[in-house]
């Protein structure tokens, strides 16, 4: 997480993905740096309002290893966890999480 902040930090913010934002706010976050993750996620979700877990769990293409981590380091960055019904309507097999399936 360390490396994933290194690298991210050779650009400005301005020049950030959603993707960026979110590995940035995650990797504060496996590394225990919760405000700094909290901060981040702040500024992630003006520039992505409806930004989930769910939905970026759903949104890429990814392993079962990157999903997991993604929703392991996700939400203590402060992420919201569901995704709106009508976004998870578009997908043949969305990948739920149990806080959001019991809602």
Do not use: Q
């Not at 940035?24 to 405000?35: K, Q, V, Y």
């Not at 993750?37 to 500024?43: C, F, G, T």
């Not at 998870?88 to 097999?93: G, Q, S």
């Amino acid at each position: 997480y360390e490396d994933a902040l290194k690298m991210l930090e050779r650009k400005t913010t301005d020049n950030y993905s959603k993707w960026e934002w979110v590995m940035r706010s995650s990797s504060f976050a496996a590394l225990d740096r919760i405000d700094e993750a909290n901060a981040s996620v702040r500024e992630t979700l003006k520039r992505y309002p409806d930004l989930t877990v769910e939905g970026m769990v759903n949104g890429f293409r990814l392993s079962k290893t990157e999903r997991g981590r993604f929703i392991e380091t996700m939400p203590p960055a402060g992420f919201p966890l569901c995704a709106k019904p009508e976004a998870l309507a578009e997908l043949a097999k969305p990948v739920r999480l149990p806080e959001c399936e019991a809602g």
